[in-house]
T-cell receptor
Framework: DAMVIQNPRYQVTQFGKPVTLSCSQTLNHNVMYWYQQKSSQAPKLLFHYYDKDFNNEADTPDNFQSRRPNTSFCFLDIRSPGLGDAAMYLC?????????????FGPGTRLLVL | AQSVTQLGSHVSVSEGALVLLRCNYSSSVPPYLFWYVQYPNQGLQLLLKYTTGATLVKGINGFEAEFKKSETSFHLTKPSAHMSDAAEYFCAVRGSSGGSYIPTFGRGTSLIVHP
């Protein structure tokens, strides 16, 4: 089945230790998104790619970076995780990013910062 | 700019009772509206969406929603709640950012179903 895969499902890191979360998709979608979701809150968009074009949300901290080496893969790098970065990180895709399109979400990676 | 307000962070119903989750939106352009469901420790899954055409939209798992432009609402309903419906529900409206169309999510409503 075509899907969005996130690895790992759970990630524990230490304060200040860089961490990378990965996302892959078999849907061949052009657009990939990274969201941060804290407990009982709405998903917050960090950035998105339309193909190779990177779009950073204005309030995304510089501590967060992303790479998309090819259509299928997208990575979220947190350069120096702080306690406030503990959250669920959701990857999503959509075909062309058009208005009526559905987003397809992965299961998420829950990040714990010690 | 677009925004979504979900009234009630928690809704509690008995099994078999009507489910009503409220969503009001603000949009400067004709809205595209979505309801997603999130089960614990999982990603979001589309329940239904309104783009154009019929204002009553039917989705998966017996849910439906009605787009009411005059009330700027897109409330989610289900005639009879099931225990398996217990989850977090998010309403979203599609806007634009950097040339792409980006959904704006509401804060979510947690549906609690009592036996």
């Amino acid at each position: 089945d075509a899907m969005v895969i996130q690895n790992p499902r759970y990630q524990v890191t230490q304060f200040g230790k860089p961490v990378t979360l990965s996302c892959s998709q078999t849907l061949n979608h052009n657009v990939m998104y990274w969201y941060q979701q804290k407990s009982s809150q709405a998903p917050k968009l960090l950035f998105h790619y339309y193909d190779k074009d990177f779009n950073n949300e204005a309030d995304t901290p510089d501590n967060f970076q992303s790479r998309r080496p090819n259509t299928s893969f997208c990575f979220l790098d947190i350069r120096s995780p702080g306690l406030g970065d503990a959250a669920m990180y959701l990857c999503a895709t959509s075909s062309q990013g058009n208005l009526g399109e559905t987003q397809y979400f992965g299961p998420g990676t829950r990040l714990l910062v010690l | 700019a677009q925004s979504v307000t979900q009234l009630g962070s928690h809704v509690s119903v008995s099994e078999g009772a009507l489910v009503l989750l409220r969503c009001n939106y603000s949009s400067s352009v004709p809205p595209y509206l979505f309801w997603y469901v999130q089960y614990p420790n999982q990603g979001l899954q589309l329940l239904l969406k309104y783009t154009t055409g019929a204002t009553l939209v039917k989705g998966i798992n017996g849910f439906e929603a009605e787009f009411k432009k005059s009330e700027t609402s897109f409330h989610l309903t289900k005639p009879s709640a099931h225990m398996s419906d217990a989850a977090e529900y998010f309403c979203a409206v599609r806007g634009s950012s950097g040339g792409s169309y980006i959904p704006t999510f509401g804060r979510g409503t947690s549906l609690i179903v009592h036996p």
